[in-house]
Nanobody, 122 residues
Framework: VQLQASGGGLVLAGGSLRLSCAAS????????MCWFRHTPGKEREFVAA????????TYADSVKGRFTISRDDAKNRVYLQMNSLKPEDTSVYYC????????????????WGQGTLVTVSS
């Protein structure tokens, strides 16, 4: 199983980025997907999740209204559109997958990808 996150980079505050996570080795359409972020010195933080069907999404309060999670089962990808970025969004972003769990708790997810760094400059 491999989850490959990409799309990170350096952006000015107020700008936008779209992260992508490509999955392989799983039947992607049956997996709940999520994004977490981790900043050194802080705990890993839930960002957003989407159910296998794409019907339900959940967001952390800190990103609600600014970030949008979506999925494309034909491409085995999950996306995180990040708008109105703030310096406090600077972090390493990780995608994760689980076939049965849908949660904001990182321990509930079985598969993890490597991170992609997002840096928001003021």
């Amino acid at each position: 199983v491999q989850l490959q996150a990409s799309g990170g980079g350096l952006v000015l505050a107020g700008g936008s980025l779209r992260l992508s996570c490509a999955a392989s080795g799983i039947t992607f359409s049956t997996y709940n997907m999520c994004w977490f972020r981790h900043t050194p010195g802080k705990e890993r933080e839930f960002v957003a999740a989407i159910t296998w069907s794409g019907v339900h999404t959940t967001y952390a309060d800190s990103v609600k209204g600014r970030f949008t999670i979506s999925r494309d089962d034909a491409k085995n990808r999950v996306y995180l559109q990040m708008n109105s970025l703030k310096p406090e969004d600077t972090s390493v972003y990780y995608c994760a997958a689980d076939e049965t769990r849908y949660s904001s708790r990182s321990t509930e997810y079985k598969y993890w990808g490597q991170g992609t760094l997002v840096t928001v400059s003021s």
